[in-house]
Structure formats: structure tokens, C-alpha cells
Antibody, heavy 116, light 107 residues
Framework: QLQLQESGPGLVKPSETLSLTCTVS?????????WDWIRQSPGKGLEWVGS???????YYNPSLTSRVTMSIDTSRNHFSLRLSAVTVADTALYYC?????????WGQGTLVTVSS | DIRMTQSPSSLSASVGDSVTISCRAS??????LAWYQQKAGKAPKLLLY???RLESGVPSRFSGSGSGTLYTLAISSLQPDDSATYYC?????????FGQGTKLEIK
């Protein structure tokens, strides 16, 4: 069955760029779903970061839009997140998830800590 | 942004009991509401969508209701495995937003 797996550095320095990839296995990323990033921190709870379609259409949370870039590589069946100029407030568990309207499928999550 | 407010923040109940969790949206979300269950160290798991539709494989002990700005998750015949944090989420409009969570303890 379809599975999502996040990968990327677990530690990022302040002011640098956080980069994560979500690999989709067991099925194609090229369908009518959206592929999202959601993060979870003790302070902010669950927060939608952004969405990308297989055609590359992107939608970002307005609170993060100036720092977020999402991309998709259908040949490699993965999509990615870049968050620039990170601060300690960006420390969170980052999930990738598949969205029709709601989130029926999630990755296991990856913890990213922002610290010098 | 649509603000989602859950109540209570936590509750404790015994095996066999029934509980309800409320979720209030800051504006009408036209039944575009999902409920998730999250256990420690795990990703959220979809329980219900479109307010009351049960996700495949989810026990019928879980049910949802509501409209407009007020929604409810009900769990009957509580089992030890129901111990978790429950979140509501609106998908009526972007940015998609979640409630702050309700932690359910099974005594």
C-alpha cells in the first residue's frame, strides 16, 4: 500500500535553510491528490505548512509564505520542502501527508531541531 | 484564518464509558471537518471526515455530528486503546487549521 517517508537533516542552524524530502512508495505521486507538509510543535500544535500538486501548483500558509518553497519530482516520486531563515520557532516534528480534502495518509514524521 | 477551538483540553474516563469532544470553528465551515486520533510517537490517524463519515477500518464506536460552526466527536464503549489525543481540522478553506487537541485518558 501507499506509504510516505520523510527524510532530511535533524539539526539546522538558525538563519539557515531547512530541507526535507518526502518519498512516496507503493504508488504514484502523479494523481489528483495534493501533497502537503504539516508540522507539530508543543507551542503551536499542528500547523499546515503548504501543499503541492503533481503538476507543481503550490499553496503556502500565509504565515510562512515568504520563507517556504515546495517542489515535486514525479520521476523520483518525491516532493520536497525548503524553509529558509529558520529560527528556534521552526523546531518541530515535520510530517508529509496526502490530501484529497482531508489527510488520509501521513508519513511517520521527522524531528527538526533548530539550534546553533 | 479559521480558528478551531476544542473542548475540553483533556478528559479522563473509564472503560465502557462514552465521551464527547467539541470543536468550534470561528466561522461556518459547511461540514468540512475531519477528526484525527494521535497516539504517542505516531502520526495522526484519520477517524472521520465530512463531519460524520467514518474512515474505513475505524470502529463504529466513533461518530461525528455538527454543522455550521459547532461539531462533536463521540466515542462510545471506551476501550483502553482509545487513549490518545484527538484533533479536529477544517478543510473548508486554506490555510487548513487544526484544533489544539483533546487528550483522552482511559482510567
Amino acid at each position: 500500500q501507499l506509504q510516505l517517508q520523510e527524510s532530511g537533516p535533524g539539526l539546522v542552524k538558525p538563519s539557515e535553510t531547512l530541507s526535507l524530502t518526502c518519498t512516496v512508495s507503493g504508488g504514484s505521486i502523479s494523481n489528483s491528490y495534493y501533497w502537503d507538509w504539516i508540522r507539530q510543535s508543543p507551542g503551536k500544535g499542528l500547523e499546515w505548512v503548504g501543499s503541492i500538486s503533481y503538476r507543481g501548483a503550490t499553496y503556502y500558509n500565509p504565515s510562512l509564505t515568504s520563507r517556504v518553497t515546495m517542489s515535486i519530482d514525479t520521476s523520483r516520486n518525491h516532493f520536497s520542502l525548503r524553509l529558509s531563515a529558520v529560527t528556534v520557532a521552526d523546531t518541530a516534528l515535520y510530517y508529509c501527508a496526502r490530501r484529497g480534502h482531508y489527510y488520509g495518509l501521513w508519513g511517520q514524521g521527522t524531528l527538526v531541531t533548530v539550534s546553533s | 484564518d479559521i480558528r478551531m477551538t476544542q473542548s475540553p483540553s483533556s478528559l479522563s474516563a473509564s472503560v465502557g464509558d462514552s465521551v464527547t469532544i467539541s470543536c468550534r470553528a470561528s466561522q461556518d465551515i459547511f461540514s468540512s471537518l475531519a477528526w484525527y486520533q494521535q497516539k504517542a510517537g505516531k502520526a495522526p490517524k484519520l477517524l472521520l471526515y465530512t463531519t460524520s463519515r467514518l474512515e474505513s477500518g475505524v470502529p463504529s464506536r466513533f461518530s461525528g455530528s455538527g454543522s455550521g460552526t459547532l461539531y462533536t466527536l463521540a466515542i462510545s464503549s471506551l476501550q483502553p486503546d482509545d487513549s490518545a489525543t484527538y484533533y479536529c481540522q477544517q478543510y473548508f478553506t486554506s490555510p487548513f487549521t487544526f484544533g489544539q487537541g483533546t487528550k483522552l485518558e482511559i482510567k
